[in-house]
């Protein structure tokens, strides 16, 4: 088995260790005003994973009471109770957790929760792995996937959902799965997660699934997944068969930019999403711009304005 797969990453159970608790859970799930108590029950708790890089599942039980705020960062996860209650996104799109029913953690913001004697499965995807699936499975465009999570699945779906994640478990905990095995299982499960919690993504332009339009779709799927990383548009055309001339006719003639427009246009969206999902607290819009490659203060204000009509400042005050 490859070295990415750890059947037990970290257990740990203690008396009195509250701060050891609050720094575990505060690190793992990106968090801040992390409040940890006792409660009735002698204090104890105990995290387990189990999976690869794509895909891991996860066990949590906690005897005590925890709240504070967190932001899961590159992932997407479901989670269940199996006792104890937990109430996500308290004061905003407020959700009380039934326990046996899979909801997802809210996406694309932080948000505080308020959990106490519990115990907890969970499913944590890779961000850039399961967009990329929803990219394959519902031809949207790679990137960020927005989940209600208020929304349940229906019977349907909550039934073929516990089968895979059964299935998953029985591979991934009591088994020994071959790289293969693992690769099918993660995109299983993947599949299985889209089909059953309500999402948006940005669908892709129309002219794009023309067949006539196969390698222009495919340079544009490539800008998406790979718009955090530095890429140059004759990389882009090689990749998908054209030459730099062709790729670029090709997107002058059927989106009306150049392929450096769009993907500078991508990353606009990304800093927007940033800017909008964060508050001025937790970044500034220079740490944002630099973080999508932006370098130069003013020019990178002037074209946000113009894409967006205010200016970056605007949308992180709002």
Do not use: C
């Amino acid at each position: 088995m490859d070295g990415e797969r750890r059947a037990l990453i970290r257990t740990e159970s203690s008396g009195t260790e509250l701060d050891d608790a609050r720094a575990m859970y505060q690190e793992g799930y990106n968090g801040s005003g992390f409040r940890v108590e006792l409660s009735d029950q002698d204090f104890a708790y105990r995290y387990t994973v189990a999976g690869g890089p794509n895909m891991s599942l996860r066990s949590s039980t906690y005897l005590g009471t925890i709240t504070g705020t967190i932001q899961p960062e590159n992932e997407y996860i479901v989670s269940w109770l199996l006792g104890g209650r937990g109430v996500v996104d308290v004061g905003a799109d407020e959700s009380t957790l039934v326990p046996g029913m899979p909801a997802m953690f809210p996406t694309g913001k932080p948000y505080a929760f308020d959990f106490a004697d519990y115990r907890q499965n969970l499913v944590h995807f890779d961000a850039r792995f399961l967009e990329r699936v929803a990219a394959e499975h519902e031809g949207v465009l790679p990137g960020p996937l927005h989940f209600d999570h208020r929304s349940t699945p229906n019977p349907e779906a909550l039934r073929r959902w516990n089968a895979t994640v059964e299935e998953a478990a029985r591979l991934l905990v009591r088994g020994d799965p071959t790289p293969l095995q693992l690769a099918e299982i993660d995109r299983r499960t993947a599949v299985v997660l889209l089909d059953s919690f309500a999402h948006e993504a940005e669908a892709m332009p129309s002219v794009l699934l023309a067949p006539r339009n196969s390698r222009l779709r495919r340079a544009v799927e490539r800008m998406h997944a790979s718009a955090h990383l530095p890429l140059a548009p004759t990389e882009v055309a090689e990749e998908v068969g054209l030459t730099p001339r062709g790729l670029q006719q090709a997107f002058a003639r059927q989106l009306g930019v150049t392929p450096t427009e769009y993907l500078r246009a991508v990353r606009l969206d990304r800093v927007q999403a940033e800017l909008q999902q964060l508050g001025p607290d937790e970044t500034t819009v220079a740490q944002v711009a630099a973080r999508w490659g932006f370098t130069h203060a003013g020019r990178f204000s002037r074209s946000y304005a113009a894409r967006f009509g205010e200016y970056p400042r605007n949308t992180l005050l709002r």
